[in-house]
């Protein structure tokens, strides 16, 4: 569940005929118990897209994780082969350096540059400033499962 600007989305991996059946269940909820009136064909339902979808910085991608199940039935063993698609949301670490590139700590390909206007400054001020960029940047992409590629921005 997401609320973003007034805008509310809820996310879920069931299939379309049990989505539908949990948008009347949601708009009986509301307008039942909670006397909210609202129009429920306001309320839309979108599959996810193939490819990688950019919400609020994330790039959330639906990709299949292959799990083998080993069951033993009697003397005979068999192999289940399981197929689970799973919402990955990952970094978009090649946007994130161009934004450190933009404000000189790196270039395009994420090595680290020196600058003349940094001369002037201590290295406690230079090491404060990046510090606190990747701070907020890791606070804002906590809730990312994979986090090993914002560890190659404390690098630059």
Not at 17 to 44: D, E, T
Not at 77 to 83: P, R, S, Y
Request: some cysteine; aromatic content about 12%; hydrophobic content about 40%.
């Amino acid at each position: 569940y997401v609320r973003y600007q007034g805008k509310s989305i809820l996310a879920s991996k069931d299939t379309p005929f049990l989505i539908k059946k949990w948008k009347n269940y949601l708009v009986n909820l509301c307008q039942c118990h909670f006397s909210v009136w609202f129009q429920p064909a306001k309320i839309c339902i979108n599959p996810l897209s193939k490819q990688s979808l950019d919400f609020l910085g994330y790039l959330s991608s639906l990709r299949l994780n292959l799990s083998v199940v080993r069951s033993q039935m009697l003397e005979n063993a068999f192999l289940i082969d399981n197929v689970m698609k799973k919402v990955d949301t990952r970094i978009p670490l090649i946007s994130l350096i161009r934004s450190l590139a933009k404000t000189r700590f790196c270039n395009v390909a994420g090595h680290p540059i020196s600058q003349p206007i940094w001369a002037g400054s201590s290295d406690s001020d230079i090491i404060n400033r990046f510090v606190r960029i990747c701070r907020n940047l890791s606070h804002y992409y906590s809730g990312s499962s994979k986090k090993k590629s914002l560890y190659r921005i404390k690098y630059i």
